[in-house]
């Protein structure tokens, strides 16, 4: 069985730094795309950032040039530096992979959730 287990979430004044991580765990052979995801109140899930097994990375619009997505394959984690937080960053933070497992069966993997709350 796989499991993500996101830490480092918190409260934290506007202008803060928080960093996330994602340790995968169980039988994997092998971690494509690592990804953060977030979800405010009453909106839907949007993709935050993506980092390859290659260490290529992407942003959202809304986070370049602050926050930074990076990984440690050898620990299978991955982590979401956030600097400079603004409060419409508040929300569920959630770890995603997608996972090739030791039956060599690929499939996507969530974590269960990390609650950042930036206040004003």
């Known amino acids: 069985q796989v499991q993500l287990v996101e830490s480092g979430g918190g409260l934290v004044q506007a202008g803060g730094s928080l960093r996330l991580s994602c340790a995968a765990s169980?039988?994997?052979?092998?971690?494509?795309?690592m990804a953060w995801y977030r979800q405010a109140p009453g909106k839907q899930r949007e993709l935050v950032a993506v980092?390859?097994?290659?260490?290529?990375?992407s942003y959202a619009d809304s986070v370049k040039g602050r926050f930074t997505i990076s990984r440690d394959n050898a620990k299978n984690t991955a982590y979401l530096q956030m600097n400079s937080l603004k409060p419409e960053d508040t929300a569920v933070y959630y770890c995603?992979?997608?996972?090739?497992?030791?039956?060599?069966?690929?499939?996507?993997?969530w974590g269960q959730g990390t609650q950042v709350t930036v206040s004003s």
């Open positions: 980092i390859t097994s290659s260490g290529s990375t």
């Open positions: 169980g039988r994997i052979r092998s971690i494509n795309n």
């Open positions: 995603n992979a997608e996972i090739l497992n030791i039956k060599l069966m690929r499939d996507n993997y």
